[in-house]
């Protein structure tokens, strides 16, 4: 097993990027970045015009974006990763020794490796040529949050994969999901500015426990919300992982065998 996904990973990192791989580099760390420039410029704005304070004195905006886009970037590139890895690598499938459950952990590591190390390279440019203080308060906390997004995108992402294949309309659907996770995870808003009765509802989402568990990891100062417990978003994992294993050890030659 360890073989097949070390021969997966490179294969999966030479076709993750195309030809041209210094361009590919650049548009991985590009997307997320343009998002968190463009948002820094809008907020900044707001507040030199309102004069209202948005975030606590000591925490960055640049940073408070950076940290919540770019590992939900990552989340969202796995699930999207492993929802195409079976029809991307169906020709594969006739070798016996390659499964889909290769695939899915071989895809799940190559994103976490790339947007770890775009995270880095992040914390580099912040700290050391702009002057922005971008280290973490508690690097392991942050780093077990950063792993428990990636175990997030693989349990969601093979539950969802396996739904595609039993429930055709879910095809259309599900793509939205990602969408509707940036928007309910407090990534590019602090969780503090909802409303009571909403946040309430948002807490049910396991996603925002994890952003959140890691802001307050990261940064000295930032506010502790009431209700978030990283300890839920755990169980929620496990629970999904067994049933996604469940499922796909009865539907793995079936998934192997037509594409999605």
């Not at 970045?33 to 410029?41: D, K, N, R």
């Not at 802001?215 to 300890?231: H, L, Q, R």
Request: aromatic share 16%; hydrophobic share 55%.
């Amino acid at each position: 097993m360890v073989n097949v996904i070390y021969a997966l990973f490179f294969r999966e990192l030479k076709t993750r990027f195309g030809k041209n791989r210094r361009i590919g580099y650049a548009l991985v760390i590009a997307e997320p970045m343009i998002q968190v420039v463009v948002i820094t410029s809008i907020i900044t704005a707001i507040r030199e015009y309102s004069h209202h304070m948005i975030m606590p004195q000591d925490v960055s905006i640049f940073m408070f974006l950076a940290v919540g886009i770019i590992p939900f970037f990552m989340f969202r590139n796995i699930l999207s990763q492993l929802m195409g890895g079976i029809q991307a690598n169906l020709g594969l499938f006739a070798y016996k020794p390659v499964k889909p459950i290769h695939v899915f952990i071989t895809r799940t590591l190559l994103e976490s490796f790339i947007f770890f190390f775009i995270i880095l390279i992040v914390l580099f440019l912040a700290q050391w040529l702009f002057g922005i203080y971008a280290i973490p308060n508690n690097f392991l906390e942050v780093y077990l949050c950063f792993v428990l997004l990636a175990v997030s995108g693989f349990s969601i992402g093979l539950c969802l994969t396996i739904l595609n294949h039993l429930v055709e309309p879910s095809r259309k659907i599900l793509p939205y999901t990602g969408i509707l996770l940036y928007l309910a995870s407090a990534i590019v808003y602090p969780i503090w500015i909802v409303p009571d009765n909403l946040l309430n509802i948002l807490l049910y989402n396991p996603m925002i426990h994890i952003t959140e568990t890691l802001k307050i990891n990261y940064f000295e100062n930032y506010p502790v919300t009431e209700g978030i417990d990283i300890s839920y978003p755990i169980l929620f994992n496990l629970m999904l992982l067994f049933v996604g294993l469940w499922f796909y050890y009865y539907k793995r030659q079936a998934l192997a065998a037509d594409p999605l």
